[in-house]
Every structure is written in structure tokens, then in C-alpha cells.
């Protein structure tokens, strides 16, 4: 690969994660400084259909430079299963990290009276401390509802994000239904809002190391309080158990569906 074509790639990679966070993080910035009325009134739905969009958005933006990673989990699973330059899963992994820090930097400057106003809240990563966790488990369902451990939230982690790298080839798998004319983004976005929807309670589904620690860093600098409360939760549940489980999830789909498909093993 020409250095030109890397750089291109990179810039790629950043700008799309960019996007995501600044579509991502926007709607939980939106949602949560919205007039503050009972836990209740937080829309989980809206939370999970906003990231599913920006999801779609910032792969259609991206794609077709860098292919989209915008997550180091979809690098490191390609480049363990599906030949992607190990050379280039450092650089890529560095450009989603400050895409995503740079995100979190719009969303700050769209919301900044709101977030000042508010005492600064976390509205930039997963986790205890979060919007969601202050919202829904500060209300009167957090007491019969309970909290969930580290050991619970990586679970979800894991699974969530196996079922992300599910989708993600899926959608680009010819053999399979693999979708056509370029509607691959809206599979990926909708698996996340799957994701979002069915498994997202325990851990807040970072399901991408740089969504989750890019915006937490930045978070930290503007002075929201509680993001390393817990630092083993921080940076095991939403960033390694992501890392993990997004090459274990590209194995599990090689043994369960590839050899089935028409052609028989990759």
C-alpha cells in the first residue's frame, strides 16, 4: 500500500468515527439535558435508534476509503480472520481513538451551555456514572431492578459484540444474503440497534473500544466527575472484552455459517 493510500485510509477512519460519536453522543447529550422529568422519561429507544443512525451514517462516509472499521474490535477481528494488513491495525486503531476523542470535542461545543448548566454529566461513555446509570438507576425502578456486576456487563459485552461482527460480515458476505446496491451500512446499523434494544441493559453496549475510551478521555479533560471511579471496569467491560470478542465472534461465524454457504469453507 502507498503511504498516500494509508493516509487516505486513516483520515478515512478518523472522520467516520468522528461522526459517529458526534451522532452518537449527540443523542445521549440530547436525550439527557432534555427538561429533567422522572427516570421514566428517559427514552432508551431513542438512545438506540440515534447510535444505529449514526452508525449508518459514518459507514456510508467512510466506506468506501477505509472500508469503515470506525471500531478497533471490526480492525482486530478482520486482521486475525480475514487477511487485513496487521501492519495497519495500530494506525487504523490510533485514528479511530482520536476520531472518536475528536467527536466527543463537536458534541461538547453543540451542548455546551446544557452540559455546563447540568454540572457536566457523562454523556460521552458507558458504564457506571453514565447518563443511562444516573437516569434509570436513580429512579423508582432502579431499587427493584438492581445494578449489574463487571462479571454481567462483559458478558453482555461479549455477546453484543460478537453479534455486531456478525452483522458487519453478514452484510458483506456475497454467498450469503449479503445486501446489494450498497444497503450493507443499514444491516451494520441495525445490528447495533439490535444490540442496543435486546442486550444493552447491563453495560450500556460500548461494543467498540473507541467509542467507549476516546470520549471518556476527552470527558475526564472537561472535567465530568466518576469516569475512573472504577478503572477496571473502564477499561476491561468496554474496551478489551470488545477487542476480545470481536475475533472470537468472526471464528464463530466461520464455523457455524461459512462452511455452509455456497462455496464451502473461506
Known sequence: MKQNGLTGELVAEFFGTLVLILLGDGVVANVGLAPRLAAPAYNWNTITIGWAFAVIVAVYIAGGVSGA???????????VKRGFPWGKVGPYIVAQMLGAFAGALCVYLVYRDGLVAAGMPNVWSTGPGSVFGSAFWGGAGGEATGSYSLITAGIAEFFGTMVLLWGVLASGD???????????????????????????????????????LGPRIFGTIVGTQGLWDDPAYALIV????????????????????TPFLPGGNK
Open 238 to 257: 468496554p474496551v478489551l472484552i470488545p477487542a476480545i470478542a470481536g475475533a472470537i465472534g468472526i471464528f464463530v461465524y466461520d464455523w457455524f455459517i
Open 174 to 212: 456475497e454467498r450469503n444474503l449479503g445486501l446489494k446496491n450498497n444497503m450493507g451500512p443499514f444491516l451494520v446499523g441495525f445490528t447495533v440497534l439490535a444490540v442496543g434494544l435486546s442486550l444493552g441493559g447491563p453495560s450500556g453496549y460500548s461494543i467498540n473500544p473507541a467509542r467507549d
Open 69 to 79: 472499521h470506525i471500531n478497533p474490535a471490526v480492525t482486530i477481528a478482520l486482521a
